[in-house]
């Protein structure tokens, strides 16, 4: 029995030969899986869903890549989009299910994303739905950033940090963002910095 890592908390999966999608049964949330064809590859692809999640995501790109040289597999394509676009998985504080955050703005639609379309022509008929929806809500997210982004004069730099944790306290995060913020502008650099609830 493989042992694969939830892609947005990190717990241990375990999934049967054959299943293509899955319950978390620590998160809750219902995720598409890779295929695997042996223990190095299971453990590669466990290293780079662990770089993803701690926003290295070219660091994790990078294996999803080498790893897409020898198979097409959906999921490998649907890592490498959530690589491109810097997505990371937080609690959302109100139904305390995960929600993708976007750390990288692109201003392609990740519905009309190269690697995005491959994983929907690789997936099946229930990944593709998981695909689907997820791709929608980060679809929204960037739309929303961008509609920020234009309503601000052009900038050299754009942070974005999350500013406060569950319990309203300020994030260590928020804290280096904003002396980052200041030192650019010293510098002479036109900086946006929205910071998020």
């Not at 949330?29 to 770089?51: D, S």
């Not at 920020?148 to 260590?172: L, Q, W, Y």
């Not at 995060?173 to 002396?179: E, H, R």
């Amino acid at each position: 029995m493989a042992i694969f890592k939830c892609k947005m908390c990190g717990g241990n999966l375990e999934v049967t030969e054959g299943m293509t999608i899955c319950e978390c049964e620590y998160c809750g949330t219902m995720q598409t899986l890779p295929i695997t064809e042996n223990e190095q590859t299971l453990n590669m692809l466990n290293r780079a869903n662990h770089f993803r999640q701690q926003c290295e995501f070219d660091k994790a790109m990078e294996i999803y890549e080498r790893l897409l040289g020898s198979k097409k597999d959906s999921e490998i394509y649907w890592q490498i989009v959530l690589c491109r676009y810097g997505i990371e998985y937080v609690d959302d504080p109100l139904t305390k299910k995960k929600i993708a955050t976007c750390h990288r703005t692109q201003f392609t639609s990740i519905l009309q994303d190269a690697d995005y379309l491959e994983a929907i022509a690789c997936a099946d008929a229930s990944q593709r739905e998981l695909y689907t929806q997820e791709a929608t809500y980060i679809d929204t997210v960037q739309k929303g950033i961008l509609e920020i982004s234009n309503k601000e004069e052009p900038f050299d730099v754009f942070i974005c940090c999350k500013e406060s944790d569950d319990s309203g306290a300020r994030t260590h995060d928020s804290v280096l963002t904003q002396k980052l913020y200041y030192q650019l502008v010293r510098e002479g650099f036109k900086v946006f910095f929205p910071a998020l609830p």
